[in-house]
Structure formats: structure tokens, C-alpha cells
């Protein structure tokens, strides 16, 4: 067993040489802390087995485990476990939404508002919706520092719209959603709102019951959590009315050639053998990032943001992007400089940071580039991150001079 070292350090963090690697581009995935390392190999080595079948012990044990994580999950969102899907990732939790709900509730003449900030995976969904069922897609647009434009949204809702999905987080720009607004302004069109909280739920507290949302999803490797595992929150009543989108073992009640009835939620939408041991390490990262607080994360981040807008604002040839008040997250362009140029001389400097039109074509055309640098935050992350980003800046200009 893997117990000897301190569970709250992160391997990830450094280069193969054992230096210290600048790593800020944890908004596409997040180091793990050892817990969770430990608690991974734990559960794919002496504690492993299958689960919801077994009569053996280790597999009732493991069963208890896999539950126990839901707990642990539902409980950093305010949730309650029964309505806690385990799915691959926010992209799948996203597309459960569409594939039940939507096509079971969406008709010809229908319509979805979006935002101009989405991810992809918050846009493609809903256009094979789209085609499926008729409905029509609108796109609130930003105000001027890059948020959802709210006042847009309350003048362009209408009794036709049955679905508002918005970022709580954009991963681009990384301004916040003012997220109870945006509920009650769905809600009063008689609108269902869905929160892609996959920025969101490693940076600011999130109560799904305060927020009064009716979907969240959120992935665990943002999280400090594995890869291959997320999570759809869905309230009661809706899950519960949800018919399955894919079909197999674990999420039926009874199977015959004639009639197949369906397992309750949230096992309904859990079909096949689940990824056991990705979701311990997700209850366990929920656990531990509940353990540090998301109020003080948060405030570290923000404190990140502030300083790294500062020191890259003083740069002539540098253009920020979103707004001041960001969670983790800094875009920027450099006047004669192609992101993916800066992203490999920073990479020369051990410091690791995004550049493309990250998952956001639509946004990179509203803003009208071809692609930014982003800078995002972790708990881990600190001033010398800061410090050495803006050197391999500094050469960078020098090389392009
Ligand atoms: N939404 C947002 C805002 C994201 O940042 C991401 C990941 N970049 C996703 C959705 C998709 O998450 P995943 O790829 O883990 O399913």
C-alpha cells in the first residue's frame, strides 16, 4: 500500500529533471494530489473487484466504495446522491441531457438559448438535438469584458425557449455566471437550465440546491480527480422522469425478449460495468477539495489572476481578454506573436500553458483571432508560475524583436 508520502503533494509538478514545472494549463486538466494517486492504485490493486454483482466480499466492499463516492461527490455540489449520475466526463453528462431529456421533451419549433462563450461540448450536443427534433438554437451575447449578457438573455427569452445552457465558468475568458439570475430568468419562460460547471466546480463554491439549477456537470480531471470520469447532477423529479439513453447491464430492473423494464436513477443511466476505480479517486478529490475549501481556492486563484493580469498588462505588445474579476483563468494575445509560437519558447522554459482556440470556435470568431494564450490556476499554482511566465514572455518579444 502507497501511504509513506505526503497527500498533499503533487508528482505531476515536476519535470522529468526533478525541477519545478510552471504548469498553467490546469483548466484542461488538473495534477492530483497524492490521495488521490494513493487512492487509485489502492483501488486497481489490493482492493479490487467489480461491483454492484458480486456475493464475494471484496466486491460488496468495492460496491460500498463506489457509492461511498457518489456521496462524496453530491456532497461538494450540494447534491443529493440519488440524483448524482456517474458518466465518462461533462461532455457525456451533456450529451445524457440531450439524448434523454431533450429528445424526449424538445418538438419542432422549440428553442435553446446558448451563449457566444460555449465550449463545445456545450454547442454540438445540442445541434445533433437540433436535427433530431427541430428545435431552434439562439446565442446570447457577452458583454463588452466577455460574460454572458444576462439583460440580452432576459429580452430574448420567450415561452418557445425550453432549455437555457450556459458556463458557470467560461474556460476561455474565465469570467463567473451570475448563475441564480440566469435560473430565474429561465424559469420564468417555464425554461429547464443546464450549468456546465466543469470550470467552475475546482474554483467557486457550488450549491446546485442554493442555485436552484435543474442540470450540473462537471468532469473529475479538472478537479484533481481522474480522467474517463465526471458527473451529471439532475434534480429528482426530472431524473426520475429521464428514459434511459443507452441500454445494458446494471440499468435494468428485469429483461425479457418481450419487455425489458429500467433500474431507478441514478442506475438507469449507468449502463455496463462503471469505471470503478476513477470513481473512488473522483470521491476522494471531491473529498480533498472540500477539505482546502473552495471559498479559500478561490481566493488564492483570484489573487493569481489579479497579479498575472497586472505584470502581463505592463507588457506593450500583450492584450488581455475577459474580465477583471476572472476565476483562474487569463487570456492574452501578443501583437506579432502566434500563440502556439509563444507556447513553444514558454516550453523551453518549463512553463506550460494553452494556446489554440480552446474548444470555443465561436468565441475566437466573436473576438475575432484565430486563437489566444491562456493562463489558468490551481490551488498548487503560485507567484514564481507567475514570475517565470512572464520571463519566457519577455525572451519571447526578444526573439520576435
Ligand atoms: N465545458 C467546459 C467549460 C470545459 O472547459 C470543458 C473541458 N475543457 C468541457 C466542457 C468538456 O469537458 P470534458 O472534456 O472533460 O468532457
Known amino acids: 500500500m502507497l501511504t509513506s508520502h505526503d497527500a498533499d503533494a503533487f508528482p505531476g509538478l515536476l519535470t522529468r529533471d526533478g525541477a519545478r514545472w510552471h504548469y498553467l494549463d490546469s483548466a484542461a486538466t488538473a495534477q492530483k494530489p497524492n490521495a488521490v494517486i494513493d487512492a487509485v492504485t489502492r483501488a486497481l490493486g489490493p482492493?479490487?473487484?467489480?461491483?454492484?454483482r458480486g456475493l464475494y466480499a471484496r466486491s460488496a466492499d468495492m460496491t460500498m466504495a463506489y457509492e461511498a463516492a457518489r456521496r462524496q461527490v453530491a456532497a461538494l455540489i450540494g447534491g443529493a446522491e440519488h440524483e448524482l449520475v456517474f458518466t465518462r466526463g461533462a461532455t457525456e453528462a451533456i450529451n445524457l441531457v440531450a439524448q434523454s431529456w431533450a429528445v424526449a421533451n424538445l418538438k419542432p419549433g422549440d428553442r435553446i438559448l446558448l451563449s457566444m462563450l460555449e465550449h463545445h461540448s456545450n454547442i454540438v450536443p445540442w445541434q445533433l438535438i437540433r436535427a433530431t427534433t427541430g428545435a431552434v438554437i439562439d446565442v446570447c451575447p457577452l458583454t463588452q469584458d466577455g460574460q454572458i449578457d444576462l439583460d440580452a438573455a432576459q429580452a430574448m427569452l420567450t415561452p418557445a425557449h425550453k432549455l437555457v445552457a450556459f458556463s458557470h465558468v467560461s474556460n476561455v475568458l474565465g469570467g463567473v455566471l451570475d448563475v441564480a439570475r440566469a435560473v430565474a430568468l429561465a424559469h420564468g419562460v417555464g425554461a429547464k437550465i443546464l450549468i456546465d460547471g466543469c470550470q467552475a466546480v475546482a474554483r467557486?463554491?457550488?450549491?446546485?440546491?442554493?442555485?436552484?439549477c435543474d442540470f450540473y456537470v462537471f468532469s473529475a480531471h479538472k478537479l484533481y480527480g481522474p480522467t474517463g470520469i465526471g458527473a451529471l447532477w439532475a434534480r429528482g423529479d426530472l431524473l426520475d422522469a429521464m428514459p434511459p439513453w443507452q441500454g445494458g447491464g446494471s440499468m435494468i430492473d428485469r429483461v425479457t425478449f418481450a419487455e425489458t423494464t429500467w433500474a431507478p436513477a441514478p442506475q438507469r443511466f449507468e449502463a455496463g460495468t462503471p469505471a470503478i476505480a476513477e470513481a473512488i479517486g473522483f470521491g476522494v478529490a471531491a473529498d480533498w477539495v472540500r477539505g482546502k475549501g473552495l471559498a479559500a481556492i478561490h481566493a488564492h486563484e483570484s489573487a493569481?489572476?489579479?497579479?498575472a493580469r497586472e505584470a502581463l498588462g505592463r507588457l506593450n505588445a500583450v492584450r488581455l481578454y475577459g474580465p477583471a474579476a476572472s476565476a483562474g483563468i487569463v487570456s492574452f494575445t501578443i501583437d506579432g506573436v502566434h500563440p502556439h509560437d509563444l507556447g513553444t519558447i514558454l516550453d523551453e522554459e518549463n512553463v506550460a500553458i494553452r494556446a489554440g482556440h480552446h474548444c470555443a470556435q465561436p468565441l475566437m470568431a466573436h473576438l475575432n483571432v484565430p486563437a489566444t494564450a491562456r493562463a489558468s490556476f490551481a490551488l498548487y499554482s503560485d507567484q514564481t508560475d507567475i514570475a517565470a511566465l512572464v520571463r519566457g514572455i519577455e525572451r519571447t518579444l526578444r526573439i520576435f524583436a
Do not use: K
Request: glycine residues 6%.
Open 304 to 307: 493569481l489572476v489579479a497579479q
Open 204 to 212: 467557486v463554491p457550488v450549491d446546485v440546491a442554493a442555485m436552484g
Open 47 to 52: 482492493d479490487y473487484a467489480t461491483v454492484h
